[in-house]
C-alpha cells in the first residue's frame, strides 16, 4: 500500500468540502457558555451585536448543529487557495530512519502564509453579505492582518488593521505586504482612539500590545457605521472555519484508507489545532477511533500545560465576555518569544474542554529546540517553516523517534499551518547563537493567575 | 469546455517528465558556438574542464540529443517539490472582463521561491555523482543562491555563495535563509580571493557587482579540490533543466486538449523564459503551432529590444568564454531596479537566436507599470509575485486586454516564475510612490555598446 501513496495529496473540486464541521455538536459534556463581563450571565446575541457580524454570532452561540454549509461566495474565494496538498514527508522519514509514516497538510501555500486566511475569507464574506462596507481588527505577528487584507481585497471591503506598535517597526515587511492588499494600517496605540489616546497619556513611549490593539479596534468598530470587528483566534466560529482544513485532511486520507494514530498540532489560540482534528476528533468522541491527538505549545506561555480551567478575560485590558479556558492569566506578559502567534494567554474553550475531560494531550517546548526541528524539517522537506507551526514538527519528529525505538509503524499526522518568509529575524537569531529561552518561573505564572477575574466559577 | 477546467491543474507522478527536452536538437538554425576568449575558437570540453562539472559541459555542447534522461537521483529531489501547479487564473479573468483564457505555471510553491531551483536540483546532483565535495556560486538577487543551498542541503555538499556586498546588506533575510540551509555566504569583493583583493585594494568602500563575484567564485573553485563553480541562468544546459517546466505545462495542458495562442515569460537571462517555451516553441519549428512567444523584460535592461546580437563576455570582468547573444554590453550597468533578477546584459544565446530569427517576440516595461500589473494580479488571485515574475503577468494582463477589445477568446498562458516574498521592500517603494522609472538614453547604451568584443562576427 504504501509505496502508491502519492507525495502530493491533493483533492478534486468536486471532492472539496461543501460544510463546515461544528465539533461542539458532537460533544456530548459541552464547553461552558460565554458570559457577560457585567451580569456573568450567558451573553445574548444581542449583547455581541454592536461588535460582531450577525452570522457570525450565530455560529459562536450554535452548539447543536453539526453541518454548516459553506455558502458559495466562500468556496468561490476557496477556490483561489484551496485544497491546500496533504503531504507525505517522505524525505523527512528517511532522515529520521523511522518505521513512522508521516504526513502534513500544509496551509502556507496562500500569499497570508498560514491556515488564518480560511476564516479571513469566512468573516469578511458575511460582513459583506450583511452589507456592511468596513471592518477593523488587530494584528501582533501580522499573519492574521495579512489574511484579512487579502480577503478583504477579494470582497472589497475597508480594512483597519491595528497592528502593535513595536511589530509594526520591526515587522515593516508585514506591514507593506497588507497595504499593497489594501488595507489601513494603524501602529497601536494611536490618537484615532479614546483608549489609544489614554495608554499614550500616560505612556507616550509605550510600544503597544495585542490588548491595547483589541480595544482601539472594537472601539472603532463601534463607532463606525456599517463597520464590525472581527477576530482571529480562539472564538468558536473561527475554529468551525478552520475546521475546513481537518475535513479535507481528511477525505485525502480516507482516499488511500490511512487512519492517523496520532494527530498533532501547534497551540497559540487554538484555531489551526481545531480545525485540524475537528473531524477526527468528532470520530473519537464516538468511540470509533483510538487515535490520540497532541496539542505543542511555547514553554514561554503555557496555557495547556501550566495553566487552569477558568472563566478569563481574552484581551489585557480585561473588557471582553468571559471565556472558561485554560488560561495562565489575561494579565501574564509572556517573554518575547518568536512564535509570536502562539502568544497568547489563553485557549479556545472547545480545545481546552477537550484537554480537560482528557481527550487531548499537551506538552510545552523551548524555542531552540523547536527551531533545531525546523532546520532539520527544512532541509528535508525543502519547506520553510513558520516559528509557530515547527512546535508541531517538533511534536511529530518526538513521536517519530519513539517509533524508530519501538519499532511501531504509526501514522503520524500534524499540521504545518504556515510559512517563515515573514520570520527570517527569528532564523537569524537562531543562525547566529543569539536566540535564547524562557521557561516562567513558578512566580511568574501566579502574577497572570492573580490577574483572574474572582468570579464563582473560578474559586 | 472551459467549465471542466479545474482552477488548478497538477499532474500524478506518472505523469511528471521523465527526460529534459533540448530545444537546439529542433532548431534548423543553431545558436553559434561558444568561443575561447583567447583563440576565438568554439571552446572544447577540456576548456571548461577545470571550471565546471563533465556532464554540464557534456549538456552545454550538445546541441543534438532532443532528449535527456533526468537521472533517477534528480527525479527524486524533484518529488520534493514538483508538480507545480499550473493555474487557470479565473480570479484575473473576471477582473480584467476579458473573453481570453489565462493560464499560468506557478513556479514559487517550493521555498527557495523561484524555478531556479529546477536547475540546482540537477546541477548538484551532477557534482555530487563526479565525487566533488563542494561547489562556488555568485548571487546578486538572492533566487539561485537560495535555491542552490536547498540543493547542495539535499546532496550533502558543501557551498560558498560569493553575494553583492550591497545585496547582502540589502537582503539580510535572503542571507539567512541560505545560511539556514548550511550554505557559507560571503560578501563580495572579499579577502578570500585574489580578484576581491584587488578590487578592495582600488576601492575599499565599493558595493560590489554581479561581474566581480562571478570572478570570486571561479577563482575560488579552481583553486579548491574537488570543487565546481555553478551558474544558474543563461547557459545552454540551464535552459534544459529548466524544460521542465514547459513539459509539466504542456502535459497538463494537453489533458484537457488545450492549445495555447500567446506564451510569455520574462525575460532576464532566459532560463525561466526559455525552460517555459520550450515544447511549444518545438512544436512552432516544426510547423506544427502557430503559437506567439513573448519576452518582457525591464526598460532599464533591454537586451532583446534595443540590443545587439553580437559576442559577448558574461561578465562584466571580461573573462569568460563568448557567447553569441542578444546583449547591451558586459560594460553596461543597468539602473538600480526591483527586479534585480533581470539585470542582466546578456540573454541566452538559444532565446537570442530564436528571436534574431523571428520565432519570438520581445518588449520591454518599466518597473511602475509593472507593479501596477502585479498588484491587480495580486488582489485577484492571491499569490504575492516576484517583481521579476511580474513583468509576464504585465505582458499577460496586455495581450488579454486587447482580446477584451476585438472580442477575441484566446488562450494565454504566462510563467509565474516565483514569489515576492524576499522583495518586499520594492512592493513599500511601490506603496509609498517613491519608485522610479529609467529608461536609457541612446547614449547611456551606446556606452555599454563601446564594451563589446572587437571580433570579426561583431563588426
Redesign the interface.
Known sequence: MADKI???I?L??EEMPKFWYNLRADMKEKPDPILHPGTLKPVTPEDLAPVFCRELIKQELDDTTRLIPIPDGIQEFY???RPSPLIRA??LEKILDTPAEIYYKFEG???S?SHKLNSAAAQAYYAKEEGLTSLTTETGAGQWGTALA?AC??YDLALTVYMVKVSSEQK??RK??M????ARLIPSPSNTTEAGKKILAKDPDTGGSLGCAISEAVETAVKTDKCRYVLGSVLNHVLLHQSVIGLETKTALDKYGIKPDIIIGCAGGGSNLGGLIAPFMGEKLAGKSNARFIAVEPASCPSFTRGRYAYDFGDTAQTTPLIRMMTIGSGYIPSPNHAGGLRFHGMSSIMSKLYKDGYLEARSEVQTEVFDAA?KF??A????PAPESSHAIKGAIDEALICKKTGEKKVILFGLSG?G??D??A??A??NKTMSDHIPSDEELQKGFASLPDIPQNR
Chains 1, 2 share one sequence.
Open positions: 502519492p507525495t502530493r491533493y478534486s473540486e477556490g483561489a487557495f517522505y524525505y501555500t496562500n500569499t502564509g487579502m481585497g477579494f515593516p515587511y507593506a505586504l497595504e499593497a492588499y489594501g532546520i527544512m532541509k522537506e525543502g519547506i520553510l510559512t518568509f515573514m527570517m529575524t532564523y537569524m537562531y543562525n
